[in-house]
């Protein structure tokens, strides 16, 4: 039924709200600039460089929405003014402001001479966090400040392709990046601490693959290739206390996971009115090992070793179908017509889940895996054979999950709201459904 409150109730004679409704508000203003430098050498070598400089003020508070009947409400997360009376508007619960300092940038190299294409880039970023506390007070009585120092990345690309035939190309790529830590793995604006050594993540990927084109008088293209991408380091961070009294934040290192896998393309045309697209994603993507370390906490003025270990070895990265396949036929009846039919089928689709929360030696079993399903997609355009001074109509169509299927579009394991005994199956999941079978249709017009 339906449930009323009372706003009575949540009010004291004096008119003080005991109960409220607020908004919690994230208010953004940014600017940067951004630019690119294009340099053509010779017809072999061309070189492209850039630079990309932003910097960002973010205000987070929460602000009275509604009082419920009453004249004010007390706010007592205040330290500079502990049991203040607000009204509508007014901030309460947390009040700071962040700044981000970004900047980067790369240059790239492109070279293709006779059967030989080679590109090869660079690039270095860096980022500064910055926060302000309006409600919480330093050891001084002023408002806390933290300032972290400049973090710093570096990524590097490079890659080469050769021509075996006029239409055959085999191709490698190798690329290094690093990212800096996210501003809350820097600053906990909640707890107002500061990590004194972030830790950057890393990933090194290498592919490689072949390009087939043109076969059977140009009726038959293919290419396949291969990936393999190692994510080191993946963060997470820790509160402790100093011996100095203050709290800090700390890494834990040593989450690294691998993904790899096969991707393969197919598109035949064996006439001008029809063409038939195909291809497939297998991936494996998982765990590489289990993670243990130890780090020390001086919390009560004592020092403590605290060990702590992950149970993720070989468990399956989640959040996204590992095996993707795909078919699409396409008509040209007549001229400007065009009609489509695109089936795409997805499996072994983990949930997400944190590899941070398995502590437990007996804990490491797979997180649930949604079932597997396929959709099918219909589209269609026809170009009217009309024109007006270069002006071009066209009319289209869209059929989305032409069956009406009911599929998991994404979950997660173990859910903190909805899991029933916390066992990976499928009572513990929360999941989020597909969009049903939806359509549109419209009228395009370009000049």
């Known amino acids: 039924g339906t449930y009323y409150v009372n706003k ?116 270095y970023s860096m980022v ?14 002023n ?22 035939l006029e239409n055959i190309q085999v191709y490698g790529n190798f690329g290094y990046a690093e990212r800096v830590p996210i501003f809350d793995n820097v600053i906990s604006d909640y707890l107002a601490t500061k990590a004194d050594d972030p830790t950057n993540e890393q990933f090194i990927s290498a592919e490689g693959g072949l390009n087939v084109y043109g076969l059977l008088d140009n009726k038959l293209s293919t ?36 993904h790899q896998g096969i991707e393969l393309e197919v598109a035949y045309k064996p006439v001008s009115m029809f063409k038939l697209d195909a291809g497939l994603s297998i991936g494996k993507w998982t765990m590489t090992d289990n993670v243990k370390g130890s780090y020390q906490d001086y919390d009560g003025g004592s020092s403590e070793e605290i060990n702590y270990e992950y ?11 590992q095996s993707q396949y795909y078919l699409v036929g396409t008509v040209y009846p007549v001229k400007g017509l065009f009609a489509q039919v695109v089936a795409r089928y997805y499996d072994n689709h983990y949930a997400q889940w944190d590899p941070f929360s398995r502590t437990d030696p007996e804990d490491t079993q797979q997180s649930w895996m949604a079932p597997s399903y396929t959709l099918v997609d219909l589209h269609a355009s026809y170009d009217l054979p009309i024109s007006f001074k270069g002006t071009k109509i066209s009319i289209f169509a869209h059929v989305f999950n032409a069956l009406d299927v009911t599929y998991i579009q994404d979950a997660t394991d173990n859910s903190k709201y909805n899991s029933w005994d916390q066992d990976h199956d499928a009572d513990d999941a929360e999941v989020f459904f597909g969009l049903p079978r939806s359509f549109n249709m419209g009228l395009s017009i370009s000049f």
């Open 128 to 141: 500064k966090y910055a926060h302000e506390n309006h409600f919480k007070k330093d050891d001084s009585g």
């Open 223 to 258: 290419k396949i290739s291969f990936y393999h991408t190692q994510w080191n380091d993946r963060a997470n961070s820790r509160t402790v206390r100093d011996q100095d009294g203050t709290e800090a934040i700390i890494f834990l290192t040593g989450m690294d996971a691998l």
């Open 143 to 164: 408002k806390v400040e933290l300032e972290s120092d400049f973090l710093t990345g570096i990524q590097a690309k490079a890659g080469v392709g050769y021509h075996l």
């Open 8 to 123: 009575s109730e949540l009010t004291k004679a004096d008119g003080q709200s005991l109960g409220i409704l607020r908004n919690s508000r994230n208010d953004q203003n940014t600017i940067g600039a951004i630019s690119k430098f294009n340099y053509k050498i010779n017809d072999e070598l061309k070189i492209t460089a850039g630079i990309d400089w932003r910097t960002a003020k973010i205000e987070h508070y929460r602000e009275v929405r509604d009082l419920l009947g009453g004249e004010y409400y007390v706010k007592t997360s205040d330290e500079f003014n502990p049991n203040e009376q607000v009204g509508l508007g007014d901030k309460i619960a947390y009040n700071f402001t962040n700044n981000v300092d970004w900047f980067g940038t790369f240059a790239q190299a492109d070279y293709k001479a006779g059967p030989i294409t080679a590109y090869g880039m660079a690039g």
């Open 311 to 321: 149970y993720v070895k070989d468990l399956k990265v989640g959040d996204a179908p």
